[in-house]
């Protein structure tokens, strides 16, 4: 999550709903909420892994294609979600976006006023607040509406290092079983350093969650060329089709 908008746009959103629930809680619980969202931005890193739900938009082959030269791969869900991630499906109707923090925020309010007086503001509330810190990734601008998008988040740690900080991976859940983190790599956007991680989806090979892959409206490869290539690398049974967008 390197785009500054895109995360102050998340933040924005938690600051309406809390200054229209203010006058339903007591005073300090929004502040301590604020305070430990502000709090994980110091102490995490969120990744995310962008997929959309529509795989023949002529704006996302321009925008995230070559400009329409190359390909749009399609995953399998179910096998995909059995990584370490936290999925989320992106909400782009503000109005939606406000309710439904909202409601997180009165529901946290109900669990801690008044199911949880023995450990007030304790671990629960703390994880409590975390995720809804997290999960203000999945609020965008309405103006990305159609890019349909569904997000895999993932989580590395600052940690101290020499006379300042690193980015750790702990790790997660892999197909089931704990698994150790992965090595944090970088790549360059522009002058920027984006950090990222490898994760491999096939289970040591066992799964193998590409479907299929759609050519680009510019791209002049044949189907059962790309086929042959995928057959041939070890990705089978993949169905291959030609984007219907009409772009030259």
């Known amino acids: 999550m390197n785009d500054f908008l895109e995360i102050h746009w998340g933040y924005s959103i938690w600051e309406k ?22 709090a994980s931005s110091l102490k995490t ?10 795989p023949d938009i002529l704006s996302q082959w321009r ?23 936290r999925p989320l499906k992106v909400l782009y109707d503000e109005k939606k976006q406000i309710k439904e923090t909202i409601a997180m925020l009165k529901a946290i309010h109900e669990v801690e006023c008044f199911e949880n007086q023995n450990d ?12 809804l810190a997290v999960d203000l ?39 089931g079983d704990e698994k150790t983190g992965e090595l944090v790599k970088f790549r360059m956007a522009q ?21 299929k892959v759609y050519i680009g409206p510019k791209n002049d490869s044949r189907e059962t060329a790309i086929s042959v290539f995928l057959e041939t ?15 030259r």
């Open 17 to 38: 709903a809390a200054n229209q629930v203010v006058n339903q809680v007591e005073e300090g619980f929004l502040e301590r909420i604020d305070s430990i969202i502000k």
């Open 45 to 54: 890193n969120i990744l995310a892994s962008c997929f959309s739900l529509k």
């Open 63 to 85: 925008a995230y294609s070559n400009d329409g030269n190359g390909y749009c791969i399609g995953f399998k869900a179910s096998d995909v979600l059995r990584l370490p991630v």
């Open 120 to 131: 007030k503001y304790g671990a629960d509330f703390f994880r409590a607040c975390a995720t």
């Open 137 to 175: 990734a999945a609020y965008k601008n309405p103006a990305f509406a159609e890019e349909l998008e569904i997000r895999l988040l993932h989580l590395l740690n600052f940690v101290p290092s020499n006379r300042f900080l690193k980015l750790v991976d702990n790790g997660g859940t892999y197909f």
């Open 191 to 211: 002058n920027l350093p984006i950090p990222y991680i490898d994760i491999n989806f096939t289970n040591g090979g066992e799964v193998n969650p590409i479907t």
């Open 233 to 247: 690398v070890g990705i089978g049974n993949v169905q291959v089709v030609k984007s219907k967008a009409s772009y």
